[in-house]
Every structure is written in structure tokens, then in C-alpha cells.
């Protein structure tokens, strides 16, 4: 298949709909092709099935307006940064050739998120090595972000997501099986009321942060460069 320029690189079907969705649509909207891999398949989720959630992110997918997305076979809720588990991932970025990966945030609740960003980083840096022995030409992105939206963090910068938001929540939402009213989880999983409330508030948190209604927020760990204080973005006072 052709080439995407942003990737979005996440444990498990839903996560990227949660952190970066508003993000993957404003791109879209300004011509850039998007992409999601999710490292895992949903097998072990407290709610839903694998089959369930295959189903589901097909549909948020569309919404979201991707150019590809696919699943790899890593264990839910056992991801592992292994070499196995790096050189599968690099053989993806090999095949689809972003300029640009977004990353779960390196801290976290859920081990799978925070592995999957060590994961993804060191599988971003093999997959340009001349040498190693998978298919395609080495390829190494130009630029690793990481979506901190639910990190305890001052973001590096926001993306303003205002014309994308309810997009964005219909994205999440085409997840049945994890957000629909039901007893199991019910103690550990929001209730479905309430997510409305709770996605649209946490984007307007970081909308605020710089002076628009609705963004989701970013780290980066490179100093960033610019040529002309005369275009820096964000009053001040």
C-alpha cells in the first residue's frame, strides 16, 4: 500500500480514539494521511471480545477518516518490549513509512501503555538499520510525539481540535462493548452518561491552555526550533 505520513501507535483498540482522535481528524482535514496500529487485539479486556472489538475500531476508523489501520498478535495486557515484539513493529513502519509517530505517554496506569511507548520508540529506531534482517527498506520516522492526555504533565504543545470534537466523541463511542451501560465493569469503566461530560471537559482543559475551545496535548522530548518570533502561536498576556 502507499506510504502514510502520521502513524498513531497504540496498546489496545480504543486508546488512540481517546488521546488523539481530534488529532488524526484536523490532520486529515489538512490533507495528511493517517494511520493507527494497535499492538494488541482485546482478548483479555474485561469487557467485550476480540472479535467485538476488531469490529469496533473498523467503524471508529472510518470515522476517524484513517487511511489504514491494522492490529498486530501481542498479548492484551501483557505487551512486552521484546525483540520479537520490536522487529514486528519495525517491519510496519518499514511498510507504511510515517514521517510522523504518535506514542502513548512513557508513564502510565496500565503497563501496556507505558510499554508500548518504550516499544514503540526503540522500534522506530531499528526499523532504520540497514542491516536488520526483515522485509522492506530501512525507514526510520522524522518526528516521535507523545499523546499525554492522561498524563499528569505540562504538554510540550496542543493541537486544536474545535471543528473535530464531535467527531472525535462519535469515534470513541462506536465502541459498544466497552462504553454501552452494562454491569460488568461497572465499578472500573465510566459510566456511559458521563462520558460525554468527561471527553468534551478534558479537551476544553487543553483547549484553555492556549486560547482555543477544544485540544488534545503532546510531549515531545526535542527542543523545538523556530525561525520568526513575530509567528509564535499563544498570547501571552
Given at each position: 500500500?502507499?506510504?502514510?505520513?502520521?502513524?498513531?501507535?497504540?496498546?489496545?483498540?480504543?486508546?488512540?480514539?481517546?488521546?488523539?482522535?481530534?488529532?488524526?481528524l484536523?490532520?486529515?482535514?489538512?490533507?495528511?494521511?493517517?494511520?493507527?496500529?494497535?499492538?494488541?487485539?482485546?482478548?483479555?479486556?474485561?469487557?467485550?471480545?476480540?472479535?467485538?472489538?476488531?469490529?469496533?475500531?473498523?467503524?471508529a476508523?472510518?470515522?476517524?477518516?484513517?487511511?489504514?489501520?491494522?492490529?498486530?498478535?501481542?498479548?492484551?495486557?501483557?505487551?512486552?518490549?521484546?525483540?520479537?515484539?520490536?522487529?514486528?513493529?519495525?517491519?510496519?513502519?518499514?511498510?507504511?513509512?510515517?514521517?510522523?509517530?504518535?506514542?502513548?505517554?512513557?508513564?502510565?496506569?496500565?503497563?501496556?501503555?507505558?510499554?508500548?511507548?518504550?516499544?514503540?520508540?526503540?522500534?522506530?529506531?531499528?526499523?532504520?538499520?540497514?542491516?536488520?534482517?526483515?522485509?522492506?527498506?530501512?525507514?526510520r520516522?522524522?518526528?516521535?510525539?507523545?499523546?499525554?492526555?492522561?498524563?499528569?504533565?505540562?504538554?510540550?504543545?496542543?493541537?486544536?481540535?474545535?471543528?473535530?470534537?464531535?467527531?472525535?466523541?462519535?469515534?470513541?463511542?462506536?465502541?459498544?462493548?466497552?462504553?454501552?451501560?452494562?454491569?460488568?465493569?461497572?465499578?472500573?469503566?465510566?459510566?456511559?452518561?458521563?462520558?460525554?461530560?468527561?471527553?468534551?471537559?478534558?479537551?476544553r482543559?487543553?483547549?484553555?491552555?492556549?486560547?482555543?475551545?477544544?485540544?488534545?496535548?503532546?510531549?515531545q522530548?526535542?527542543?523545538?526550533?523556530?525561525?520568526?518570533l513575530?509567528?509564535?502561536?499563544?498570547?501571552?498576556?
Amino acid at each position: 500500500m502507499a506510504s502514510i505520513d502520521i502513524l498513531a501507535i497504540a496498546a489496545h483498540r480504543d486508546d488512540v480514539e481517546q488521546t488523539c482522535g481530534g488529532t488524526l481528524l484536523a490532520m486529515h482535514a489538512r490533507g495528511w494521511s493517517t494511520g493507527i496500529l494497535d499492538l494488541t487485539r482485546g482478548e483479555s479486556g474485561t469487557r467485550g471480545t476480540a472479535a467485538e472489538r476488531e469490529a469496533e475500531a473498523i467503524a471508529a476508523a472510518q470515522i476517524l477518516n484513517v487511511a489504514h489501520r491494522e492490529a498486530l498478535d501481542l498479548p492484551d495486557g501483557n505487551v512486552e518490549n521484546t525483540l520479537a515484539n520490536r522487529l514486528k513493529v519495525a517491519e510496519v513502519l518499514r511498510r507504511l513509512r510515517p514521517r510522523v509517530v504518535i506514542l502513548p505517554y512513557w508513564q502510565g496506569r496500565h503497563p501496556d501503555h507505558y510499554t508500548s511507548a518504550t516499544l514503540g520508540y526503540e522500534s522506530c529506531f531499528i526499523s532504520g538499520l540497514a542491516k536488520l534482517d526483515i522485509p522492506g527498506e530501512p525507514h526510520r520516522p522524522y518526528k516521535i510525539l507523545y499523546a499525554s492526555l492522561y498524563a499528569d504533565v505540562r504538554p510540550s504543545f496542543v493541537v486544536d481540535i474545535t471543528p473535530h470534537i464531535e467527531q472525535r466523541y462519535q469515534a470513541l463511542v462506536a465502541y459498544r462493548s466497552q462504553y454501552a451501560s452494562q454491569s460488568t465493569g461497572d465499578s472500573i469503566f465510566v459510566r456511559e452518561d458521563d462520558i460525554r461530560e468527561r471527553t468534551f471537559a478534558t479537551a476544553r482543559h487543553y483547549g484553555l491552555l492556549a486560547g482555543v475551545r477544544y485540544a488534545e496535548p503532546f510531549v515531545q522530548k526535542e527542543v523545538g526550533l523556530i525561525e520568526d518570533l513575530m509567528l509564535l502561536p499563544v498570547q501571552s498576556i
